[in-house]
């Protein structure tokens, strides 16, 4: 289902590629500064990872946010998936010079790419759609039809258990990020009155909800049925409205990290959502 394309009327930010590139890598940065996130790197701990800590992720957000800018003036000047492609693949290279070859953003270069590229063509034509549609209408063909990574973890997750991974969520308009984590964004606002708790609240509502391909890479299909399960459950108990759900978050993370789960591909999709947040509510 591709996302709803209707928006109210406020006028348009005029924010340059600069702005936009930075707003992506700032989104993730929140998604850094978030905890308990099952499983991930934080500002607290490095979770399920070894490899990698929240200095690192800093490090390499600061690194890809011109290319995030490159890639909203790309997508101003109306480019083909192809050009996208190309800035994409020169950001995994600086991310990987800047973390010493370690894998920090892949997913998120993809998909907060996309979405910088629609943010400069959506300002650049004034095109009153969402992001996603704008995604789904202008490059979705093109994002199943071109070359897919034959390596990576998540891509041999996808083909080994049939989750339709990153790609398919993109050429769909982002569903997962409008559909689950903004409405469990805002719901956690509600509920807590706090940006870290919301942010939180949306993490653990695409826990529940997504095909995750890093923990089906992870723990196979057991281990994400786990991950859905306990993130289903913090929810059904009232989710960050709980008054102690704080504990109850961090009794997951340690349980995903003592599995070695780590939904990575969630955490995309919540600096996704937050990026779709901040642009979609200001313009």
């Not at 990872?49 to 992720?57: E, I, N, Q």
């Not at 998936?81 to 994409?88: Q, S, V």
């Not at 999709?269 to 779709?276: D, E, I, N, T």
Request: proline share 4%.
């Amino acid at each position: 289902m591709i996302a709803a394309t209707l928006l109210h009327s406020a006028p348009m930010p005029n924010l340059g590629s600069e702005e936009i590139g930075s707003l992506a890598a700032h989104c993730l940065r929140l998604e850094v500064e978030t905890y308990p996130k099952p499983g991930l790197v934080s500002h607290i701990d490095n979770g399920a990872h070894r490899d990698m800590d929240a200095a690192l992720l800093i490090r390499s957000a600061e690194t890809l946010a011109p290319f995030f800018a490159d890639l909203a003036v790309a997508g101003a000047a109306g480019a083909a998936m192809d050009r996208l492609r190309a800035i994409g693949i020169a950001a995994e290279q600086a991310m990987l010079i800047a973390t010493g070859g370690v894998n920090t953003h892949r997913g998120a270069i993809f998909g907060l790419g996309l979405l910088a590229a629609a943010a400069g063509f959506r300002q650049a034509y004034g095109v009153r759609r969402s992001l996603g549609v704008i995604i789904a209408e202008r490059w979705g063909p093109a994002i199943l039809s071109g070359p897919a990574s034959l390596h990576s973890h998540g891509a041999n997750a996808a083909r080994r258990y049939g989750a339709g991974g990153a790609r398919a969520e993109a050429a769909q308009g982002l569903p997962s990020v409008y559909e689950i984590a903004l409405p469990a964004l805002r719901a956690g606002r509600a509920a807590a009155c706090s940006e870290e708790a919301a942010r939180v609240h949306a993490c653990m509502a695409l826990i529940a909800s997504v095909e995750d391909t890093n923990l089906l890479h992870r723990g196979g299909a057991e281990g994400l049925a786990f991950a859905q399960a306990q993130a289903s459950t913090f929810l059904r108990e009232g989710g960050v409205a709980h008054p102690d759900w704080q504990v109850r978050a961090a009794s997951i993370h340690q349980a995903f990290t003592a599995r070695n789960l780590s939904p990575g591909g969630c955490a995309d999709l919540l600096a996704m959502a937050l990026f779709v947040d901040r642009w979609e509510t200001s313009c």
